[in-house]
């Protein structure tokens, strides 16, 4: 006869006096731990539209697309919940630690179209002034502007920023694809990578 062990024992003990770990979950609401990884939501005031959560992702339940439409440039995110796999490492990666958050909702059952399980949000992109491809989300260079602080003015395009979002310079619409060749003022626009060094090269 194989007795129980001292542990096993215990369990037995604490469950006779606290009563069973198991909830009566759905008759009676339940209340998950604290650290339990539920339901991740986009907080729209917190992302700044970096993507990095789209890059760890291992179930890609989140997808973002760039796009020009009726005059602006938006990026829009995807976060699927009925792909999402709970791991949390899209909160764990999230720069700014708040732009994507598990919650503690676990019932996601449904017999909706699984196409309604999702979140939507957008984020404004700024354009290059010359070659007009989006480049990055405006919130994303103001968040980086705050990190480096003075360190900004050593960029043109950060600096141009900066000045529209406190007001000190006026925002422009899109740009059209510029056809000239590059000239040296092409250098203090806001413009993309590529054609900096385009423009820092030719002009
Ligand atoms: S700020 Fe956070 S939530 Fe927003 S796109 Fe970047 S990683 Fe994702
Ligand atoms: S919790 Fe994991 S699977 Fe779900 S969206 Fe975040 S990174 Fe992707």
């Known amino acids: 006869m194989r007795y129980p062990k001292l542990r096993e024992l215990k ?14 979950f759905p008759s009676q609401p339940h209340q998950p731990f604290e650290r339990f990884r539920g339901r991740p939501y986009f907080h729209e ?3 700044m539209g970096c993507t990095a959560c789209f890059q760890v992702c291992p179930a890609r339940a989140i997808e973002y697309e760039d796009r020009v439409l009726n005059g602006r440039a938006r990026r829009k995110f ?4 009925d792909i999402c796999v709970f791991c949390g490492l899209c909160q764990a990666n999230c720069p700014t630690e708040k732009g994507i958050m598990l919650s503690q909702e676990f019932a996601l059952a449904t017999t909706e179209d699984r196409e309604a399980l999702k979140q939507e949000i957008e984020k404004e992109l700024l354009v290059c002034g010359c070659c007009a491809e989006p480049i990055v989300p405006v919130e994303q260079y103001g968040w980086v502007a705050k990190k480096i602080g003075p360190l900004l003015f050593s960029n043109s395009s950060l600096t141009l920023s ?5 007001g000190l310079a006026p925002r422009e619409g899109l740009f059209p694809k510029k056809e000239m060749e590059f000239q040296r003022a092409d250098r203090i626009k806001i413009i993309c990578p590529r054609c ?6 030719k002009s």
């Open 11 to 24: 369990e037995a003990v604490k469950a006779l006096l606290k009563g069973p770990y198991t909830s009566k």
């Open 196 to 201: 900096r060094r385009e423009a820092v090269l």
């Open 45 to 47: 005031k917190d992302c």
């Open 78 to 81: 995807t976060l699927r919940w």
């Open 162 to 166: 900066y000045l529209r979002e406190a």
